[in-house]
């Protein structure tokens, strides 16, 4: 099955860095007309940054009314807050993490709904501590099986319209720290020894789980694990 996106529209909410960026260069390199939307405007060559802010409504409906006719969307936007146990959780972490990947992304499909194709694809980003149960871990988590549960109530719902999720594992990203940085080398190698496959996964492995999901038009309401084996 071809994989080319010649002809076609995506969006990329959260484009201007990490998987998200990978998912735009990815994406206008299948032959897509790429939009990488974020508060920076960054975008990758070859597709056009866009400045919005998933909290601020108004200019998430003027990003896609200058758009027009949308054919994938892909959300990867979110805010990082680091991993507060119970104790230590204030209502800014809530709010901030909430607000940035679930009502965002709600927010974003809902105001997108007058330009998207009729067979569009909508591709949300949770990740494996949804599943993946630890200290420190219930903010990322519960918002993460949020976002699972939203993608597959949306496949229904809005069908034939296709909504499926991306959950990665470890990805080496800003999320871990600097580039190059000694925090994220070591961060990186300590939960690569603890995978499978040794290593974390690129943003670029990422991307061509997003790809396969918009390319397909029998993929829809799935929830696909990109983790290197990080829930075994
Ligand atoms: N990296 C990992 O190890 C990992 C693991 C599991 C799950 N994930 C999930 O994968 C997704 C992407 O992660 P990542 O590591 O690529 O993150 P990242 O590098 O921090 O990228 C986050 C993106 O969100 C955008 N963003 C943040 N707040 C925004 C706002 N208010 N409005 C618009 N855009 C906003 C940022 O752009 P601007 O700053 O330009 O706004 C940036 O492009 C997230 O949902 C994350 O939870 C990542």
Known sequence: MSTSLEGQSVVVVGGSTGIGWAVAETTAKAGARTFALGRSGRAPEGTQGMVADVTDLPSMKAAFARIGQIHHIAYTAWSRQGAPS???????????????????????????????????????????????????????????????????HLAKELAPRR????????????QWGEAGSAKRLEALERIAAALPIKRVATPEELASAYLFVMANPFVTGAVFDIN???LL
């Open 86 to 152: 119970l104790g230590t959780l204030t209502s800014d972490h809530l709010q901030q993490t909430f607000d940035a990947k679930l009502f965002g992304a709600l927010h974003a499909v809902r105001l997108a709904l007058p330009y998207l194709d009729p067979l569009a694809s909508i591709t949300f980003t949770s990740g494996q501590v949804s599943r993946r149960y630890g200290v420190g871990s219930v903010l990322k988590g519960s918002v993460n099986a949020a976002v699972d549960s939203a993608g597959k």
């Open 163 to 174: 909504v499926n999720v991306i959950s990665p594992g470890v990805t080496d990203t800003a």
């Open 228 to 230: 290197g084996g990080g």
